[in-house]
């Protein structure tokens, strides 16, 4: 059991420090006329993929379709864009649109947009990185995909994920865990509505950054409890209030993932409360397994138990800190 609860905690720590938030790739497939339509795409790139994509990457469009001229491609921002210019025969209903690959196990939300009709909007895989055209939009299909986008961003956006782990740690007993994360909730959910609809908004950047410094203000909180277990911290006090304020900035940073991924104008209300649900029960997974894990390491010896959480803490602080730094300097 505690080398389980050990590995657990090791692979929750392991993969963050070249970590950053999860920004899906994205397709999309505009009409621009008739019979003419746009492609364009942007893939994020991982440390040595560039190379690989720029020479393999091709883009799938409907058999009834031709590339106008040179499709064009460049990297720029850690994502390599393309575009290309269609002429379609016809509907391109029944057609294939994506790319002929996506890196490694990463998503990408592909979307179709005409001109008269419903958006329609997909979730590409590595396994199908290119999605078929629908003659009539499925309204359950944008709700499906934003819900998984979201909970993806919550359990491997690995900011968000160590915030929520060091404040159940921090608060530890249940009822004022349900407290905290529900106030963490409300803030983001707040200003990621704000921002989306155009009454707010932050930089992302100095969003980032702040991001980055509540993981190190929370690991200290928790490197303090377990040197004086009866010491009353700010959070220890407030644990709802300190987690209220910093949910309203990681809602800025949600609503920056969600601007990198784009949202289907025609079901704007759907794909919005679909993200911020699947975002809840990524949230809700991950404050259930930091639970089961406490729970499992109270079977141990206390200086057993001890060692983990402070060992979990210091990674999680130093991890914190590197992004902290790295946003502030970069």
Known sequence: MLRWAIGVIAILLAFPLSAHELRPSVVEMREAGEG???????????????????????????????????????????????????ACDGDPAGGQFGLSELLGKSDAIARFVPVDAPTQSFRLTADEPAATIL??????????DYFVIGAQHIVFGWDHLLFVIALVLLVRNPWPVVKATTAFTIAHSITLVATVLGYSGLPSRPVEALIALSIVFLAVEVALLLRDPERQTLTRRFPWAVAFAFGLIHGFGFAGALADIGLPQTQLAAALFAFNLGVEAGQLLVVALTVAILAGLRRFPPLVESRALTSATYGIGAIGSFWLIERLIG
């Open 36 to 86: 003419r339509y746009t492609l364009d795409w942007k893939v994020t790139l991982s440390v040595g993929s560039a190379g690989l994509l720029t020479n393999t990457l091709e883009p799938v469009i409907p058999d009834n379709c031709t590339i106008q001229g040179e499709k064009v491609q460049r990297i720029q921002s850690a994502a390599l864009m393309g575009r290309a210019s269609l």
């Open 135 to 144: 003659a009539e939009p499925d309204p359950l299909s944008v709700f499906g």
